[in-house]
């Protein structure tokens, strides 16, 4: 389990937009799948999207794929999360995570499954 910070936590009205940061140390992080994580307050934490090592290939998860984009950059060991119309129910604490693998639906199960450390996470909340 790799190092992460996560930044760009921010309080924004429904329809907002909000850019996620996630920072890794790992050293095979341009090696490996790259994903965002949620945990909305009473929830259990859920998968919102992954990115291949090179960027090729991204998963989305539920209404996500018409209203994230997902983006890293492996010069910098970054990772990105761009968020358009944010609705109330994208209130969470979002998360990032990497790992071996393919960027599945499976994957993002995978990580939710067997990642017993997070980040501190960045807080997002939508609300008028």
């Known amino acids: 389990q790799v190092p992460v910070v996560e930044s760009g936590e921010g309080s924004v009205q429904p329809g907002g937009s909000v850019r996620l940061s996630c920072k890794f140390s790992?050293?095979?992080?341009?090696?490996?799948?790259l994903g965002w994580f949620r945990q909305a307050p009473g929830k259990e934490r859920e998968g919102v999207s992954c990115i291949s090592y090179n960027g090729g290939r991204t998963t989305y998860l539920g209404d996500t794929r018409f209203r994230f984009t997902i983006s890293r950059d492996n010069a910098k060991n970054m990772l990105y999360l761009q968020m358009n119309s944010l609705k109330p129910e994208d209130t969470a604490t979002y998360y990032c995570a990497e790992d071996v693998g393919a960027c599945t639906e499976s994957w993002l199960t995978f990580i939710l499954s067997s990642r017993s450390h997070w980040g501190q996470g960045t807080q997002v909340t939508v609300s008028s």
């Open positions: 790992g050293l095979n992080f341009k090696n490996n799948v």
